[in-house]
């Protein structure tokens, strides 16, 4: 009798938690419940996978080996909320090192710090022309791309075009680099209830750097993916790592120690 109690009351609670799960907006509780690891109150913060930065103008055959672990934090995970970034220069953007006379990438220059009353500027580094909207090295990589779009209406999704401002660049989904202006990642994670964040993507000395620090400082516990994060070459993977660990309090774990916990 009892036990038949509690199979009744188990059922009703699935049935009731299900037509929860299909409310949008609801805090707390994973979307779909099939999947092998759920993490309710969690984003999946996904920074950049675009073709640029794999095969592109900065790309690197380094940027590979993090698609596996993407990959199956979709299809066997399921997260309050997924956002994706994507760097999105306008043509002749501040980072180009092509819209500025006699420099050419890697150089470093000091531009305007649009706030300032005071005529301070900061450091921008120069880049090869990378993420213009419209072509094929500004587009999400495709086993992503195709993943996020199969989950769309049944996981909340947010899709972050960041450091579109001629002026200032941009290397966190968050903010720019000189806190101008911000985008409405911030926003979307407080209306979905995140406590947690856990990043992945490119590259892990700019833009993932950038993306963990704000999630931080902004009062998230922020998890990185060591596996789902990469750069131009190992000594600044496990540099970078490093400094978000020690210095920001950033939990860096690889994907079989996050699907043990
Ligand atoms: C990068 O790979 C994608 C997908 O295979 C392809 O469409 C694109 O042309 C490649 N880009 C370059 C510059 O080779
Ligand atoms: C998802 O999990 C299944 C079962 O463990 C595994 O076979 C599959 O490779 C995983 N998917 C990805 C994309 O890793
Ligand atoms: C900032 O630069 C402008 C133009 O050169 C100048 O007129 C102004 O006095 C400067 N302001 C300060 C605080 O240095």
Redesign the pocket.
Same mark, same amino acid.
């Given at each position: 009798m009892v036990n038949l109690t509690l199979a009744i009351c188990a059922f009703a609670l699935q049935w009731i938690l299900s037509g929860v799960a299909a409310l949008p907006y609801t805090s707390g509780i994973p979307y779909r419940t099939k999947k092998g690891h759920a993490h309710p109150n969690t984003a999946l913060l996904i920074v950049d996978v675009q073709?640029d930065f794999?095969? $592109?103008?900065l790309?690197n055959e380094r940027a590979y080996s993090i698609l596996p672990t993407i990959y199956d934090l979709l299809d066997n995970h399921t997260w309050s909320l997924i956002a994706t970034s994507q760097d999105w220069h306008p043509e002749g953007h501040v980072s180009f090192a092509s819209a500025h006379e006699g420099k050419k990438p890697g150089d470093v220059i000091q531009t305007p710090l649009l706030a300032s009353r005071y005529n301070e500027t900061a450091m921008q580094a120069l880049y090869n022309d990378h993420c213009v909207p419209g072509t094929? $090295?500004a587009q999400i *990589? *495709?086993g992503v791309q195709t993943r996020i779009d199969t989950l769309m209406g049944t996981t909340p999704i947010t899709q972050i075009h960041k450091a579109q401002n001629h002026l200032v660049d941009s290397y966190s989904a968050f903010a720019d680099n000189q806190y101008y202006e911000f985008t409405v990642l911030g926003p979307e994670m407080r209306a979905h209830g995140i406590t947690d964040i856990v990043v992945v993507g490119l590259i892990t000395n700019a833009c993932v750097y950038g993306s963990t620090v704000d999630g931080i400082k902004m009062g998230w516990d922020v998890t990185v993916i060591s596996d789902g994060v990469e750069t131009t070459s190992q000594a600044e993977q496990d540099e970078a790592l490093e400094e978000l660990r020690t210095w920001w309090g950033a939990n860096i774990v690889s994907l079989s120690e996050f699907e043990s916990t």
């Open positions: 073709y794999i095969n $592109g103008t790309g094929v $090295g *990589e *495709e």
